[in-house]
């Protein structure tokens, strides 16, 4: 009952060939050095693959990609056919048109119970001001609807 965005994972295999997958666990873990997380299932196709990348990238999908979010959660298809993107730093392939992009050094993994849990140091990040986003709750997908701005007095940092 957790509302998250939705992000995409992507990455190159040993073989070249760009990797990416649809995920929803994808948290800031510090400002200084800049460091993210996401999880991955150990049934995920794509874990022994992304295991052995030293570079990925985390696409923060606006609500305008939810087919995009929805091809790189679906299993037997070409993830890539037709999608626009473009090498990144480390070669990493970069997704057009996402709301931020965290390019990062896979820095370290950490298996915890039915996940592996990947830490990212950030290298480059961009972001598109003015996109709505894609959020996921409850199995379905959402868009905001804002509530206005924090008061004066909660407008500290929320990093309890």
């Not at 994972?9 to 070249?16: I, K, L, N, S």
């Not at 666990?25 to 874990?47: G, K």
């Amino acid at each position: 009952m957790f509302a998250t965005g939705v992000a995409i994972v992507t990455a190159r295999g040993e073989d070249g060939a760009p990797l990416g997958m649809t995920i929803n666990s994808f948290n800031s873990v510090s400002l200084e050095p800049p460091l993210v997380l996401w999880s991955l299932a150990q049934r995920s196709s794509l874990l022994q693959a992304l295991a052995s990348s030293r570079h990925c990238a985390i696409h923060v999908l606006t609500a305008r990609q939810r087919s995009l979010a929805e091809r790189f959660a679906t299993r037997g298809i070409d993830r890539w056919a037709g999608v626009d993107h473009r090498p990144g730093q480390e070669g990493v392939p970069v997704i057009a048109g996402a709301a931020a992009v965290f390019e990062c050094h896979i820095r370290s993994q950490y298996a915890e119970g039915d996940h592996t849990i990947f830490v990212g140091e950030v290298l480059r990040c961009s972001h598109r001001q003015g996109t709505s986003p894609l959020l996921y709750h409850g199995g379905m997908f959402y868009t905001e609807h804002a509530l206005g701005r924090l008061s004066p007095e909660a407008a500290g940092p929320m990093d309890g």
